[in-house]
């Protein structure tokens, strides 16, 4: 992955998903988290538009990716997450990371990209929308200072984890248990640290390491 690339998945809840949402812009990439609800072709355009180049898929959906790989035009590199046998013309999950060396934390932060987030298409054609590092923290930010995750409390996820609700959801978790793994050069005035009194330590989401599986809930696609 090179700085800049965006990377789709398509998949149900799982701990790698956590693992995709963190490590894409650790390494420099871009999330691009595919609505497991759409129909294909609303998937590949999604592909398409974003310009996605890897594409991390489950089980669940290897059929679909298989077909959907066909026609995307971006589209290099597919990632089977599942434990099972990996398909032809396909990448292993684990098998990537047990050959692969520590990344280096590319430190994007601030107006830098972080991920193309779709509509859900209910009042038209799904549209991209490109939010940066401050968009997500502040977000993540305002979340905590609702005090929807007080320090000790715990968190249950069963969302589906292609929400953009999920990704800000997961950023006022972080904030609590790292205080604040990332800058937020842009919001640091004294109001702000008022309502929220912690420091920031580095640029950019923390790595993440093998966390407990989020609940599975499965989606299917609705027809085209």
């Known amino acids: ?114 991920g193309i987030f779709y509509t859900g298409g209910t009042t038209g054609f799904p549209k991209g929308v490109m939010l940066s590092h401050t968009n997500l923290c502040s977000s993540g930010l305002a979340a905590h200072a609702e005090g929807l995750a007080p320090a000790g409390s715990t968190y249950l996820h069963a969302a589906p984890m292609f929400h953009l609700g999920v990704v800000v959801l997961f950023v006022q978790n972080l904030a609590v248990l790292f205080e604040f793994p990332f800058q937020i050069n842009d919001l640091e005035t004294q109001r702000f640290r008022d309502r929220c009194p912690f420091r920031a330590k580095s640029g950019g989401f923390p790595v993440s390491g093998r966390h407990g599986a989020a609940l599975q809930v499965p989606y299917s696609l609705r027809s085209k």
């Open 1 to 114: 992955m090179r700085d800049g690339d965006r990377v789709a998945m398509l998949a149900r809840n799982s701990d790698r998903y956590l693992e995709y949402q963190m490590a894409v812009p650790w390494g420099g990439g871009v999330l691009n988290p595919c609505n497991t609800r759409w129909s294909a072709s609303e998937i590949l355009y999604s592909l398409n538009d974003s310009g996605s180049i890897h594409l991390l898929v489950d089980e669940t959906f290897r059929p679909l990716a298989e077909e959907i790989r066909r026609y995307a035009t971006t589209l290099r590199e597919v990632v089977c997450c599942d434990d099972g046998d990996v398909p032809t013309g396909m990448h292993g999950y684990e098998a990537l990371l047990a050959q692969a060396e520590p990344a280096t934390d590319a430190v994007r932060r601030g107006d830098d990209l972080a």
